[in-house]
């Protein structure tokens, strides 16, 4: 039997540098595991979208489908929107199994990421006792959500950066620019942002005005196509092929 199609189910932005950092990770992803059949859907904005991926996909004859949302917490489209379009698509093509994968987040790798787009910004290992690291979230009015950014600054904190503080672009408080002035406020020398999203847009961009408002010295760049991720990607679709299958939650 062929192994289940690993379809990528990301949000989709009216920003054109969006959907090419996603292109630009499932590309990273087949060349990690050729043979893989590897497909991109988006839930808004740009195409195609997750129904014509797996009505396309029915029509080919494929027989499963891990669908893995591009998502770094479970909030709102991970809980309602993404089991609500694959709850219809199995009414529509009931040949079709489709099981939902986790989402990305939290994990060490997202971490060892995060690190790595500081290590390309300029920080180096032995800054890091000496630097306080704001740890910049899209965002979301879920408290689940919320409250795994807030664990994963302090684990964060442990791996040896002087501190380390969340702050949002949206839906939540505190703003990106007010982190780096109460870090400056409680004398930290050296203020660092490091924007846990995985492509660029508008609340990206956001997060950037802010660290540059209040003056950080230094600004990562998103998770984007890193190595990282793109083993993550396959460490939930493994977890996903590996489970027994249940149904979508209503």
């Not at 009505?55 to 027989?63: D, I, K, P, Q, S």
């Not at 489209?77 to 939290?106: C, F, M, N």
């Not at 950014?149 to 505190?174: D, K, M, N, Q, Y």
Request: aromatic share 4%.
């Amino acid at each position: 039997m062929p192994s289940p199609v690993l379809l990528v189910i990301a949000h989709g932005s009216r920003d054109p540098r969006h959907a090419a950092t996603v292109h630009a990770l499932t590309a990273r992803v087949r060349s990690l595991r050729p043979g893989l059949r590897v497909e991109t859907a988006f839930l808004e904005f740009n195409a195609p979208s997750v129904p014509q991926v797996l009505e396309r996909l029915a029509a080919e004859g494929t027989n499963e489908v891990v669908a893995l949302p591009l998502l770094l917490t479970r909030a709102f489209h991970a809980k309602a929107d993404i089991p609500s379009v694959l709850r219809e698509a199995r009414t529509r093509l009931p040949r079709l199994r489709i099981r939902q994968a986790d989402v990305l987040g939290p994990s060490p790798l997202l971490n060892s990421a995060l690190e790595r787009r500081l290590y390309e910004a300029g920080v180096r290992p032995g800054d890091k006792s000496s630097t306080g690291l704001v740890l910049a979230s899209a965002g979301s009015s879920d408290p689940e959500a919320i409250a795994v950014i807030a664990e994963i600054a302090r684990e964060l904190r442990h791996t040896g950066w002087c501190a380390v503080r969340p702050a949002f672009a949206s839906a939540s408080l505190p703003r990106t620019a007010d982190v780096v002035r109460a870090l400056r406020a409680d004398g930290v020398r050296r203020v660092a942002v490091a924007p846990y999203v995985i492509a660029s847009g508008r609340l990206p961009d956001r997060i950037a005005a802010g660290a540059e408002e209040a003056g950080a010295d230094v600004l990562a760049g998103v998770l984007g196509p890193s190595p990282e991720l793109a083993r993550l990607l396959l460490t939930r679709y493994d977890e996903a092929c590996a489970a027994a299958p249940v149904a979508l939650s209503a």
